[in-house]
């Protein structure tokens, strides 16, 4: 398995409370991405990273923010959590070296399942 | 905006059988059209992938066929077995982001 780690990996929080969830890897990938998992909506895109301090809004950013600090963390922050944040949530690393950046395989974390109550 | 439909949304398959799930896309830009598995509790991981100046791509049981006129790309399994019970995601990048279809649930019953 590709080194990356999420933390936690249950969660139950009250609504407008504010959460964090980490992504970590040991693989020096530049490319880092958060996924949220529904049923029947497949994964969706929240927000990605293509280096430190470099971030990027996804399909679904809304009620999310990211920061990355250093290569192997990437966090994902719901500022005040709703009900409809209630999800599983991914985290995927990929190695572009730039030149062939297109044809790189993303490696998932074992996921984070959030509960919003 | 659907950027890619999957389909079926569920398959059931005789051990042994063929497992054909379809994509199609809109976008004629996205250049790489990699195949995910994920079995439950566990994350997505590649299975196999094609670029597409490639119509076919076989990697032992798996097979991806691609109509780039089409805007279409399969995934085929040969002689399914119920090893291969798990959820499958087609995808289709540009310039490292790939959009996901909705996913396949593939029953293989002994």
């Known amino acids: ?117 | 905006q659907q950027q890619v439909k999957q389909s079926p949304q569920s398959l059931i398959v005789q051990k042994g059988g063929i497992s054909i799930i379809n994509c199609a896309y809109e976008n004629t830009a996205f250049d790489y059209f990699p195949w995910y598995q994920q079995f439950p509790g566990k994350g997505p991981a590649l299975l196999i992938a094609i670029r597409p100046d490639v119509s076919e791509k076989k990697e032992g049981r798996f097979t991806i066929s691609f109509n780039k006129s089409a805007k279409q790309f399969s995934l085929h399994i040969m002689d399914s077995q119920p090893g291969d019970s798990a959820t499958y995601f087609c995808a289709a990048s540009l310039a490292d982001i790939p959009t996901f279809g909705r996913g396949t649930s593939l029953i293989v019953h002994p």
Not at chain 1, 15 to 36: D, I, S
Not at chain 1, 44 to 55: A, E, M, P, Q, W
């Open chain 1, 1 to 117: 398995d590709a080194g990356i780690t999420q933390s936690p990996r249950h969660k139950v929080t009250e609504t407008g409370t504010p959460v964090t969830l980490r992504c970590h890897q040991t693989e020096n990938h530049r490319y880092m991405y958060w996924y949220r998992q529904d049923p029947g909506h497949g994964l969706r895109l929240i927000h990605y990273s293509y280096g430190v301090k470099d971030t990027d809004k996804g399909e679904v950013s809304d009620g999310y923010s990211v920061s990355r600090s250093k290569t192997e963390d990437f966090l994902l922050t719901l500022e005040s959590a709703t009900s409809s944040q209630t999800s599983v949530y991914f985290c995927a690393i990929s190695g572009s070296s730039g030149g062939l950046s297109s044809y790189n395989e993303q490696f998932f974390g074992p996921g984070t399942r959030l509960t919003v109550l």
